[in-house]
């Protein structure tokens, strides 16, 4: 069943794939801190540091501003996006501002942020002052949390983007490529599928019923990543929190 009053019981998800529906965005964003909250703290009782990857967009700002007030060692976490948009911070269609403004605030102001924008007109020029900003973060990340377009990207895996091969090329040992997708404003930068499809821990986060129709159209042909990267990531062990 695709169409209006599409519902998460309509999916069949595939097995390994552990699904939460919230009542509401306020609701599923508290649900998710505090998921991401005991994530963080498992991984930092048995380990020195722990790395926190995150999307941009609106869908996650609840969720940020809840995760910000939970009680961790946040001087022991490391903080990046997943991909941002080669603009200004001052921009308001920076991710960086986004996670500045939402996340970094109060307790988890400690955190220590590793931005993927740096300076330089266009993100292919750089890549290399990119990778050396994130020499010392460890990987794999230990937490990644994922958003989809209606267009079945995640991160910035547009599948109109020229570089989506090497981006998607598991042998590919850099950490980001420079994106140029066709259906977008800006130049992106992102981190490649070989660095976020090895996560300890990955969440994929959306909201509303054209993403349920999307998630089924992802479903129904799960071996062609390149037409919706976001099927990368649907495989077990995979952490679906919804709502409406």
Known sequence: ???????????????????QIGRNSQQLAESLADAVADMIEARLKVAPRASLAVSGGSTPVP?????ATKALDWKRVDVLLVDERWVDEESPDSN??????????????????????????SPSKVLGAVERALEQLTLPLDVLILGMGNDGHTASLFPDAPELPRALAIDNPSRVVAMTPVSQPQERITLTLRVLSAARETV???????????????????????????????KPGLKLFWSP
Do not use: C, H, W
């Open 63 to 67: 969720f940020f501003r809840a995760l």
């Open 96 to 121: 960086t501002r986004l996670v500045r403004e939402n996340l970094l605030q109060a307790g988890a102001s400690d955190a220590r942020y590793f931005a993927l924008k740096q300076p330089g007109n």
């Open 204 to 234: 994929l986060y959306l909201r509303g019923e054209d993403k349920l129709e999307t998630l089924a159209a992802a479903l129904s042909e799960p071996d062609q990543v390149a037409a919706m990267p976001v099927r990368a990531f649907l």
């Open 1 to 19: 069943m695709v169409g209006a009053g599409m519902k998460m019981s309509d999916i069949a998800l595939p097995a390994g794939i552990q699904s």
